[in-house]
C-alpha cells in the first residue's frame, strides 16, 4: 500500500463522521491558530518599533524633563518643563561630539484647510530637528531664521497631514491653512517616514510659544518640553552623555548627591531592550499555544484509539485479505496525518483571519510570517506522527483471527 | 493423484493455551490438496474445522508438525511474505460476508488488489469483471447493508476471486444463508471449480457435503475420514 493510497483511505474514512473528526482536530486547531496570531502581532510590533527606531534617526540622544522638587516633596518625572532654549544652546556650543540639536515643545490641534480638517500633532521647533532626525524635505524649504526668531506664522507638514488637507493634484507648498484660528503658510512638507512619524505639523518654536500652546501655565518663555541631539559618531554615544549630563547640571545649579531634574535617553538603545521584552513575551505566548497543541495531540490520539477498538474487525478483514502489518499501521498514521494537516491548515486560515481583524480593529500593525505558518504545520505534522504512532502501532499488533471473531 | 499437491499438511496440530490450560484444536492432521479439488470439511461445532482453514489460509502457524504452499514450509516465510501470498494466493469467504461497511460493493470487491500494488483504474476494471462472474455487477456501486445475505455472499466470492487465487477457502459460506440461497452459492463454487479453481469449504451440512467430490471429517481436532468419491450422487432437492 502506497502512502497516497493510505491518505485516500484516511480521507474516505474520516468524510464519515464529519463532526466527529472536525472535533477532534480541534485542539490542533485551536494551537495552530494561537501560533500564527501570536507571531503575527509579534512580528507586527517588532516591525513598528524597528520603524521607530529607524524614524528617530541614528546616534540621537533624547532629553527629558525628570524629577522635581518642590517644598522638599518630589514631583511626577516631566511635570515641569525643567529645560530650556539656552540649555539646547549651550549643549551646541560646548559639547564638541554635538552635531546638531533641537528644543520641542508639542500639542495636539485641528489643522484645517478649505473645509478638510484633521486632527494631528503639533511641534513647536527649530530646523535643527530635521538634521537631528536625518528627515529631509520632500517639498519646499525648512524655516528661516527670521520665521525662528520672528514668530512667524509658517508650518511644515508630516506627509499624513499634508495627504489629507490637500487633494493628490493640489500643490500645498504657499497654501494657507489655520491652526487654532492663526493661518499659516505651508513652506513645505516632509518626506515619508513612517504611518506614526508623518502625522505631526511643524511649526517655529516661537510661534507655537506666543501663538498656540504660550497660555499653558507650565511653560515661561523660554523653556522646551524635550531636546533631541545628534552625536557625531556611534561610539560617542556614551561620551556625550555624560558630557549633557555634567553640563545641564551644572546649568540647574543640581548639588551633588540630589537627582537630576532632567533625563537624558538613547530612544534606540531603549526600544531595542523593549523589541527583547515583546519577543520574550512573545516566545512565552507560543509556548502557551504549544500546550493547546499538545492537548490536541492527545484527543487525537484518543480518538484514535477508540477508531482502531470500534474498527477492529475492519482491521482484521484487511489483514485476512493481505494487508500487512505495516499497511495497517500506515493506514491509521495517515489518518491521525490528515487530521492533524487538516487541523494545522484551518488553523493556519484562522489565525490568519484572527490577525488581519486584530490589526483592522485594534490599529495594531501584525505581519504573517511565511515562517511561523511552516513551523505550525511542521508542529501539525509532527503532532500527528507523535500521538498517531501508538494508536497506529496498537491496529497493526492486532491478531487478525482474535480480530475476525469480534463483533 | 497425478497433479502435484498445492497444499500438503504434515502432522499438522494446533494446541491453544489459554490461562495455563491447553486447549487441542487440530491434532496431528495430515493430508495433501491438489490443483484443481473441491474439498468439504465437516465436523461438529468446535471440531477444529475453523482453526485448519486458518493454517491453510496462512493466517495462523500450526504449533507442531507443517503446511507446505506450493512445496515451501509456511512457517518460513516472514510475517510479510504470508500477507503478500494471502493477497494473492489465498480468497477468504467468511460465514458473516465480512464485507467493510462503509465501502460499496465494488470497492469491497477490490480490496486485495490494495494490497498486490494494483492502481485504481486497474483494480476497479478487474472488481467489475469479478463482480460479473458473480452476477453482481449491477449491484457494484451498492453498500452491503443494502443487500441480501446471498447477494453479500456473491460479492464476497467475487472479493475472494479478484486475484485469481491459487486456493479459495470458504468457512461455512452458507451457514448464515436460507437452504435456497444456500444452494445458489454452492452451486456458484461448483461452477468456480468446473473451471479449474481450487476450493475448500468448510460445512456441517451433509448434503452440501455430497455435492464436492471429496470431503474430509474432523473430530475433536483429529481427522477422522478422508474420502473421494469418484461418482457424484445425484444432485438431491433442497431440503426447506
Ligand atoms: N484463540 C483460541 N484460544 C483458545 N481456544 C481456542 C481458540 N480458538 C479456538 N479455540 C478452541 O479450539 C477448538 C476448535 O475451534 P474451531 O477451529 O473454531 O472449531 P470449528 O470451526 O470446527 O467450530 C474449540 O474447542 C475452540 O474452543
Ligand atoms: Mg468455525
Known amino acids: 500500500m502506497t502512502m497516497l493510497q493510505g491518505f485516500q483511505i484516511a480521507l474516505h474514512a474520516l468524510r464519515l463522521n464529519p463532526l466527529r473528526s472536525f472535533l477532534t482536530m480541534l485542539g490542533i486547531v485551536i ?39 518642590q517644598g522638599g516633596v518630589r514631583l511626577k518625572d516631566g511635570s515641569k518643563l525643567t529645560m530650556t532654549e539656552s540649555d539646547v544652546q549651550a549643549i551646541l556650543e560646548q559639547i564638541p561630539e554635538i552635531q546638531a540639536a533641537a528644543g520641542s515643545i508639542a500639542g495636539t490641534a485641528q489643522v484645517i484647510h478649505e473645509g478638510k480638517n484633521w486632527n494631528t500633532t503639533i511641534n513647536g521647533t527649530t530646523s535643527g530637528h530635521f538634521l537631528v532626525r536625518d528627515w529631509q524635505l520632500a517639498a519646499g524649504r525648512s524655516f528661516s531664521a527670521t520665521e525662528e526668531s520672528g514668530a512667524g506664522k509658517v508650518v511644515i507638514l508630516g506627509s499624513t497631514v499634508a495627504r489629507e488637507l490637500f487633494a493628490s493634484g493640489d500643490d500645498p507648498i504657499g497654501a494657507q491653512i489655520r491652526i487654532m484660528k492663526v493661518p499659516l503658510e505651508v513652506v513645505g512638507v516632509l518626506d515619508r517616514k513612517g504611518p506614526a512619524q508623518d502625522d505631526v505639523a511643524f511649526v517655529p518654536l516661537t510661534t507655537a510659544k506666543l501663538r498656540f500652546l504660550g497660555s499653558a501655565s507650565n511653560i515661561n518663555r523660554d523653556s522646551v518640553a524635550y531636546i533631541i541631539a545628534k552625536v557625531a559618531a556611534d561610539g560617542q554615544m556614551a561620551g556625550a552623555r555624560a558630557e549633557i549630563e555634567n553640563l545641564l547640571r551644572q546649568r540647574h545649579r543640581i548639588p551633588a548627591g540630589q537627582e537630576d531634574d532632567f ?57 485476512a485479505l493481505g494487508g500487512r502489518m505495516r499497511d495497517i499501521r500506515l493506514q491509521f498514521l495517515c489518518e491521525a496525518l490528515v487530521l492533524c494537516l487538516l487541523g494545522g491548515a484551518i488553523g493556519v486560515a484562522g489565525g490568519v483571519t484572527l490577525s488581519m481583524t486584530v490589526a483592522r480593529m485594534a490599529g495594531w500593525i501584525t505581519s504573517i510570517d511565511g515562517q511561523a505558518i511552516g513551523l505550525s504545520l511542521v508542529f501539525s505534522i509532527a503532532t500527528g506522527l507523535i500521538f498517531g504512532f501508538y494508536p497506529a502501532h496498537k491496529a497493526s499488533k492486532l491478531s487478525p483471527i482474535e480480530a475476525l471473531k469480534t463483533e | 493423484m497425478t497433479a502435484s499437491p498445492l497444499i500438503s499438511l504434515q502432522s499438522v496440530s494446533r494446541t491453544y493455551r489459554t490461562e495455563g490450560v491447553a486447549v487441542a484444536a487440530v491434532r496431528n492432521v495430515s493430508f495433501d490438496i491438489a490443483q484443481g479439488e473441491i474439498v468439504a470439511v465437516m465436523g461438529p461445532s468446535g471440531s477444529g474445522k475453523s482453526t485448519l482453514m486458518n493454517m491453510i489460509g496462512l493466517l495462523d502457524l500450526p504449533s507442531e508438525g507443517a503446511v507446505y504452499l506450493q512445496g515451501a514450509d509456511v512457517a518460513d516465510l516472514s510475517e510479510d511474505r504470508r500477507s503478500a501470498l494471502r493477497a494473492r494466493s489465498i480468497g477468504f469467504v467468511f460465514q458473516s460476508y465480512n464485507l467493510l461497511a462503509r465501502h460499496d460493493a465494488i470497492e469491497n470487491v477490490a480490496l486485495p488488489l490494495v494490497y498486490c500494488g494494483i492502481s485504481r483504474k486497474e483494480r476497479l476494471a478487474r472488481a467489475e469483471a469479478s463482480l460479473q462472474a458473480v452476477g453482481m455487477l449491477h449491484r457494484a456501486r451498492h453498500f452491503p447493508r443494502q443487500l441480501s445475505g446471498g447477494e453479500q455472499q456473491r460479492v464476497a466470492i467475487a472479493r475472494a476471486l479478484i486475484a485469481s487465487p491459487l486456493i479459495v477457502l470458504a468457512d461455512e459460506p452458507t451457514g448464515a444463508l436460507d437452504s435456497r440461497t444456500g444452494a445458489e452459492i454452492l452451486a456458484l463454487f461448483a461452477a468456480l471449480n468446473r473451471t479449474g479453481q481450487t476450493v475448500v469449504m468448510i460445512t456441517h451440512d451433509p448434503g452440501i457435503a455430497t455435492q464436492c467430490r471429496r470431503t474430509i471429517h474432523l473430530h475433536d481436532g483429529e481427522l477422522v475420514s478422508d474420502e473421494t468419491v469418484t461418482q457424484l450422487l445425484p444432485r438431491r432437492s433442497a431440503t426447506s
Open chain 1, 263 to 319: 533625563k537624558v535617553q538613547d530612544p534606540a538603545a531603549a526600544m531595542e531592550a523593549q523589541q527583547g521584552a515583546i519577543r520574550t513575551v512573545a516566545l512565552l505566548l507560543v509556548a502557551i499555544a504549544s500546550v493547546s497543541l499538545l492537548v490536541g495531540g492527545i484527543s487525537i490520539m484518543n480518538v484514535m484509539i477508540v477508531s482502531v477498538t470500534e474498527r477492529t474487525r475492519e482491521i482484521g478483514i484487511r489483514r
Open chain 1, 31 to 69: 494551537g495552530v491558530a494561537s501560533i500564527v496570531t501570536v507571531f503575527a502581532i509579534g512580528s507586527g510590533a517588532q516591525l513598528r518599533l524597528q520603524e521607530q527606531i529607524r524614524s528617530i534617526g541614528a546616534n540621537v540622544l533624547m532629553i527629558t524633563p525628570g524629577a522635581v522638587y
